[in-house]
């Protein structure tokens, strides 16, 4: 029996050793305008492509959560001062100006316009 040890250890560590080094799945190409959910998008860092060099990365990935489904009111609703900065989008006839000092805190919203997915970020 104490023969039988050595040789489970060894095949359980080639066993390890194999699942280690196999090629991880990675995501296809996706054709342009088509959604996927978030556990399908392309992920280079799991992709394992290498970081630029002097890349320094402060922050976790993911570690700001953006602003889903963010609420609006008309313009002549507001009473914000004139000099207050907006990044503004326009698709066809729909327009949404996303205060800068909104953003400041999440950075990222992640909206819809005329039915057009977009990222809006400072």
Do not use: C, H
């Not at 280690?20 to 998008?41: C, I, L, M, N, T």
């Amino acid at each position: 029996m104490k023969r039988v040890w050595p040789f489970i250890g060894g095949v359980a560590l080639v066993g390890l050793t194999i699942w280690a080094f196999a090629p991880r799945s990675v995501s296809s190409a996706v054709e342009a305008g088509v959604r996927v959910g978030a556990d399908e998008a392309y992920n280079p860092v799991t992709a394992g492509e290498p970081l630029p060099d002097g890349f320094r990365q402060l922050l976790a990935r993911d570690a700001i959560a953006p602003i889903y489904n963010p609420a609006f009111a008309d313009g002549d609703q507001m009473d914000w001062p004139d000099e207050t900065q907006v990044i503004g989008v326009a698709i066809g006839d729909e327009a949404k100006a996303y205060p800068v000092s909104f953003l400041t805190r999440r950075e990222m919203v992640i909206d819809e316009i005329e039915g057009e997915p977009i990222l809006v970020t400072w």
